[in-house]
């Protein structure tokens, strides 16, 4: 049997809070990517894409979350002062996430290094994961994004 994301089989809307937008502070926090990690499961969990109702669902949210783990990761490296705030805005279509910093540099794409060197692979990650990733100027400093469609709009099976 197929149930759409909002089949009543399914006894909850798919779609659950669509349009909201949550914010985790992070100046100055101790252990800013696990926080962040933590803070992303809790959202998408009250956003239904936990527990996944498939492998397809499981591994998008597995890919939010080593996602959000990079751009923080990036902020604490590159940015004085680490990451300020994560943004998670899910619109019921696609999730963004931004991370703010205080770095004005906007984020580049190394060259490809030796794989089985640490370092450098970060945005490689984004950009292979993500549907669309960038950055904008915000105060003095930047915002980094990344959008990821919904795994909850494909037919989910039920047996």
Known sequence: ???????????????????????????????????SREFSRQALERWHWLPAADDHQLAVTEDVLLMV??????????ALGGPRELRLNWNGTRLRV????????????????????????????????????????????????LEVPSPLDSPVRRD
């Open 98 to 145: 931004e991370v703010s910093d205080s770095s004005p540099v906007p984020p580049q794409l190394r060259p490809r290094t030796d794989p089985a060197r640490p370092g450098g692979h970060g945005l490689h990650v984004v950009d292979w994961l993500a549907r669309a990733w960038g950055s904008l100027p915000e105060g003095d400093g930047k915002l980094v994004w």
């Open 1 to 35: 049997m197929y149930c759409s994301r909002d089949d009543p089989l399914l006894g909850l809307d798919r779609t659950s809070g669509a349009g909201q937008t949550r914010r985790l502070a992070l100046s100055g926090s101790e252990g800013p990517v696990q926080r």
């Open 69 to 78: 783990s990079e751009l923080v990761t990036n902020a604490c490296l590159h």
